[in-house]
């Protein structure tokens, strides 16, 4: 019971001391309103995904049809897994490009990313229970054997270093505590390289093993203000004398 001696009523003094946060109740408070756009939104996303995975396996199943052959026994295998999953597809590139997928009819047209545009790619079924629910894609940038792929077909690096760019990636390495700490910087090295005339990355490499550059950005320097074709600075070999400079004979 609640008296207020002003004259007010019961129900006026509870409501009070509830928007004061000063009454106990044993009621759980209201849930919040979960925004039904933000809702409907969310739900054609995950159709549109659904719809996705289904036009690809879709693609994959026929295409597999029409290529009892088009599994990817080879590429597992050069990996050492004898085991090939049962459903799994290789599907050319071009046969990606030609993929095209639609929200609705006023929606811009999406394709798959470069990544399966360029490269065969395995598709997998992922199942849960009995049900369909979308589909796993892996693009085949390297075959088992450590080729690269370029449209279904195997293409052998054959890229090698001169003699100062080993030096350089030796020389980082070893000025790491621990070798692994080095990787990063060798590859993103050798990317720098790539593309260039082989006499220009030995150039940089040589820049940078004489000035002891030993990092990414370092080489990066050399390469972008052309530090590999200014010529060395020449060490100077005059001998300064002076009165006051003290020859040998002055500790014997």
Known sequence: MVRCHAGCTQEQ??????????????KAPAKPKVDKLARVIQAEDDRHQFRRGAIIQRVATVHRHDNPKAQPVDYFKGRGIDVVPRHATVVPAALLRRIEFRKSADDKVERLPPAFTNYPTIVLPIVKGDKFVGSQLTALTRDGKGNVKKDGRSVRQTRSIGPNTEGLVVAVLANRPHPEQGFRTCLGVLRLFRGLNPARAEAVAARALAIGALTYKSVASILKNNLDRAPPAAESSTVIEHQNLRGPGYFH
């Open 13 to 26: 003094v509870i409501g009070a001391l509830k928007k004061l946060n000063l009454w106990k109740t044993d």
